[in-house]
Nanobody, 126 residues
Framework: QVQLVESGGDLVQPGGSLRLSCVGTGSTLDYYAVGWFRQAPGKGREGVSCVSSSDMSTHYADSVKDRFTISRDNAKNTVYLQMNSLKPEDTGVYYC???????????????????WGQGTLVIVSS
């Protein structure tokens, strides 16, 4: 099973940008579908974006479309989440998950039955 490590979280002002990384070890990450989730204090884990392992198709939650971009760098065994025009409501712990295929419902964290990272904290505040 692939192991995942997220990084890149930080404190950033509204309107700023961050690039999160999800690095895979123990296996080749490009064989996996990868999803990004976030969890704000006192709330459930929300699906943000995902990318397939086959046709490389991407999907985004309505709340982040046109602001976030998911991408792969296979040479580095890494999936990125580029976050632009950040808003305070983007604050939360961001997690990546990997599974052999994009789940039937990729927006619910329980459908991802592969590996999860430990999370990285993003705070958007002035």
């Amino acid at each position: 099973q692939v192991q995942l490590v997220e990084s890149g979280g930080d404190l950033v002002q509204p309107g700023g940008s961050l690039r999160l990384s999800c690095v895979g070890t123990g296996s080749t990450l490009d064989y996996y579908a990868v999803g990004w989730f976030r969890q704000a204090p006192g709330k459930g884990r929300e699906g943000v974006s995902c990318v397939s392992s086959s046709d490389m198709s991407t999907h985004y939650a309505d709340s982040v479309k046109d602001r976030f971009t998911i991408s792969r760098d296979n040479a580095k065994n890494t999936v990125y989440l580029q976050m632009n025009s950040l808003k305070p409501e983007d604050t939360g712990v961001y997690y990546c998950a990997a599974d052999h295929k994009v789940p039937v419902n990729p927006w619910l964290s329980d459908y991802w039955r592969g590996s999860w990272g430990q999370g990285t904290l993003v705070i958007v505040s002035s």
